[in-house]
């Protein structure tokens, strides 16, 4: 089992930037891949970006495709989201989500969830 934690949420103007932060507790960080997700008030939840176990592939939604980059380091338990040029649609509750799956990572099956970090882009 991991338990995340989510960081780096706030208020920004829109065409602005924040990086999402999510640290992982165990030594078993490397055996999952990693997602964010995101819901904003009244919608479903969506899924955001992916990375596999290795950090060689990643994936992204089609409405944050070439904004948004997600990353992580295993030797810090800790996976990143760097949000680039934000719109006030972007504005949303920003999930960190583990699965020991390795692919498949599309979309919003995942084991184990963090608390959650609001972002808020003010137009």
């Known amino acids: 089992q991991v338990q995340l934690v989510e960081s780096g949420g706030g208020l920004v103007q829109a065409g602005g930037s924040l990086r999402l932060s999510c640290g992982a507790s165990?030594?078993?960080?490397?055996?999952?891949?990693m997602g964010w997700l995101r819901q904003a008030p009244g919608k479903e939840r969506e899924f955001v970006a992916a990375?596999?176990?290795?950090?060689?592939?990643?994936y992204y939604g089609d409405s944050v495709k070439g904004r948004f980059t997600i990353s992580r380091d295993n030797a810090k338990n800790t996976v990143y989201l760097q949000m680039n040029s934000l719109k006030p649609e972007d504005t949303a509750v920003y999930y960190c989500?583990?699965?020991?799956?390795?692919?498949?990572?599309?979309?919003?099956?995942?084991?184990?969830w963090g608390q959650g970090t609001q972002v808020t882009v003010s137009s």
């Open positions: 989500a583990a699965t020991p799956r390795n692919g498949g990572l599309v979309g919003i099956a995942y084991e184990y």
């Open positions: 165990g030594r078993t960080f490397g055996r999952y891949a």
């Open positions: 990375v596999n176990r290795s950090g060689g592939s990643t």
